[in-house]
């Protein structure tokens, strides 16, 4: 990797961006890092950083760089952009960090100041749930019984799948209770307010519906909390 001398840096940035919270990198119009703090100098590990090109600490260099050149050149003071996810080589091993940069002029022409911040196990978090919602849905689309999300009047929003002769439409949005005999209906409501309050004992009844005549559903009803 070739290094290069760093251009000077003004003394009042570099103060600034030492004290500052954040993990805080100086680049210059080539990428080039001429400046780290120690937030940043403990994020990645490295040494020496200074003189490094910067998009070389990632396998995904031609992503990086792209990023980093379209910020170029908007001076000093310019609001900060969304940040990039990406993989960085550091001391303890690949880490995804997200960079934020700021446009600043150096006394060598623009640079960017990049803001980093390791969210490995935060995105690793996300990418979890997200998975396991998705192992949540699977095996609710493909159960054989009918199941469905109802608020506590009894109304649908969002069902699996219903029985013969009977439309998605005719349910989503409705109350599924309607679709009881009355009494059925008065049971039905009763056995909700009991899932509600956290029976689950209770919350177990047979009904008698209107479709098909004559059909009694098992129902079995939990209560959730959903986004």
């Not at 200074?50 to 998009?55: C, D, H, L």
């Not at 990023?67 to 050149?73: C, D, E, N, S, T």
């Not at 009918?146 to 219903?162: H, K, M, P, W």
């Not at 409501?189 to 029976?199: H, P, T």
Request: hydrophobic share 45%; glycine share 10%; proline share 5%.
């Amino acid at each position: 990797m070739s290094e290069r001398a760093p251009p000077v840096v003004i003394q009042s940035l570099t103060e600034w961006l030492g004290a500052a919270y954040d993990a805080k990198v100086v680049l210059d119009a080539e990428g080039t890092i001429v400046f780290t703090n120690p937030r940043a100098d403990a994020l990645l590990e490295r040494r020496p950083l200074v003189g490094m090109i910067f998009e070389g600490l990632s396998a995904d260099a031609a992503s990086l760089r792209s990023y980093l050149y379209a910020h170029l050149g908007a001076g000093w003071g310019a609001p900060a952009t969304g940040g990039l996810d990406v993989v960085l080589e550091t001391g303890r091993g690949p880490r995804l960090i997200e960079v934020a940069v700021s446009p600043i002029t150096l006394s060598s022409g623009p640079g960017l100041v990049a803001t980093l911040r390791d969210v490995s196990r935060e995105r690793g978090s996300v990418a979890a749930l997200a998975e396991s919602r998705a192992r949540l849905e699977a095996l609710i689309n493909n159960a054989p019984d009918v199941i469905l999300y109802c608020d506590a009047a009894g109304r649908v929003e969002s069902i699996n799948r219903t029985v013969a002769g009977l439309p998605r439409d005719a349910v989503l949005g409705h109350r599924w209770v309607d679709l009881l005999t009355e009494e059925g209906r008065t049971t039905a409501l009763e056995a909700i307010g009991r899932a509600l309050a956290g029976d689950a004992e209770a919350a177990q009844v047979e009904v008698a519906a209107l479709h098909p005549p004559g059909t009694t559903w098992l129902a079995r009803m939990s209560r959730v909390v959903r986004d």
